[in-house]
């Protein structure tokens, strides 16, 4: 073996320059940003544009015939205000109730503050029932809803209740107390304090939990289908309208009242956004 040889074979062999620590923390995150897109990408925004692909595949004008339908258009306007409705609501007593919750004690309130998730255990179809049963035809408080449009914003409301309650509770723990006492030394009513102090916090988590009420509304079918009758141009919500197109082996006029359902959802929701900003920063 020549002297060069034996060089090169004494050499250790070289090794790859390790990573950084910044270069780990970005291919660690380009990682989890691949895979979160990849999830979202399968469970959502394929299925989504699948849906808005066979909306239109008759064309726009087909897509338009769909959608204005007197029955299509009147299920859409019944959804759509019945939802907006639901949430306004659910802005007032479920901040109400989370106040309740945080700032009050009495008797049985982990009992209260346990049913506030119970929309979120019981499946909607057994809260359809049992809405109907309490205010059916046969009422055993001699309440009857059913068939009407109340009744289904009583069904929208109940499947609905937890969302502004949940979002408003953390903040509400989290709310320093001392500031209020301060505004209360300072002459501050009560009226004062909460609008001035407390409800500049509150606002941003209020208005998620009404962004999600709003979109669980639009999307209900379960707690709706039994109480509402689906009486075309009275009580009839647009998932059960939606559900009745592909049972007509219609699928195309399926797909396009859900893309209308899901444009007004993403313009709501858009908008919520932008006054949360608008909010946070004002604050």
Known sequence: MTSDALAVAATPTSRPPALSAGARRRLGTG?????????????????????????????????????????????????????????????????LIAWVLVRDKFRGQRIVDVLI?????????????????????????GVSLAYSRPGVVLALLFVTLPFVVRTVQPVLHELDV???EAASSLGASRLTTFRRIVLPNLT?????????????????????????GNIPFKTQVASVHIYGQIE????TGAAAVATVLLLVSLVVLFAISMIQRWAVRHD
């Open 31 to 95: 990682l989890g940003l691949g895979l979160a897109t990849l999830y979202l990408s399968v469970l959502v925004l394929i299925p989504l544009a699948a849906v808005i692909w066979r909306s239109r595949q008759d064309g726009w004008s087909a897509f338009w015939a769909d959608v204005t339908t007197p029955e299509a258009w009147s299920t859409m306007k019944l959804t759509v205000l019945a939802s907006l409705g639901v949430a306004a609501v659910n802005v007032v007593m479920g901040t």
């Open 117 to 141: 998730d119970l929309p979120f255990a019981l499946p909607t179809i057994v809260a359809g029932l049992v809405l109907l049963a309490l205010y059916g035809p046969d009422s055993p408080i």
């Open 178 to 180: 001392e500031m209020e």
């Open 204 to 228: 941003p988590a209020i208005l998620a939990g009404a962004g999600l009420s709003f979109a669980r509304a639009i999307s209900e079918y379960g707690s709706t289908v039994l109480i509402s």
């Open 248 to 251: 007509n082996d219609n699928t």
